[in-house]
């Protein structure tokens, strides 16, 4: 499956973006779908993750409450609402996908988008 992220920019702390994933891929509703973030010189981060049919979702410790995923499985997009940014949330984002339960280890993902930087300023 193919997946192409997009909608990030640089924003101000306390502003909100909305990043869309979408995927190529016709079953996109078998597909447990994460998103990961990435800052310079640290370590790829999980941020989220939504099972195929929504249903069940997670979210890292330092995202609750602030981030919500979702998903249309019509669309074949995945999208993470990110509000009440902080400078610390600066990264890229990466999109992710992977066939079977869902997990918070990048390893464990198969499938990856290209990225999309998130800047926020103090």
């Known amino acids: 499956v193919q997946l192409q992220a997009s909608g990030g920019g640089l924003v101000q702390a306390g502003d909100s973006l909305r990043l869309s994933c979408a995927a190529s891929e016709r079953t996109f509703s078998s597909y447990n779908m994460a998103w990961f973030r990435q800052a310079p010189g640290k370590e790829r981060e999980f941020v989220g993750t939504?099972?195929?049919?929504?249903?069940?979702?997670y979210y890292a410790d330092s995202v609750k409450g602030r981030f919500t995923i979702s998903r249309d499985n019509a669309k074949n997009t995945v999208y993470l609402q990110m509000n009440s940014l902080k400078p610390e949330d600066t990264a890229v984002y990466y999109c992710?996908?992977?066939?079977?339960?869902?997990?918070?280890?990048?390893?464990?993902?198969?499938?990856w988008g290209q990225g999309t930087q998130v800047t926020v300023s103090s």
């Open positions: 939504i099972s195929g049919n929504g249903g069940w979702i």
């Open positions: 992710a996908a992977r066939v079977g339960y869902t997990r918070t280890y990048a390893g464990d993902y198969e499938y």
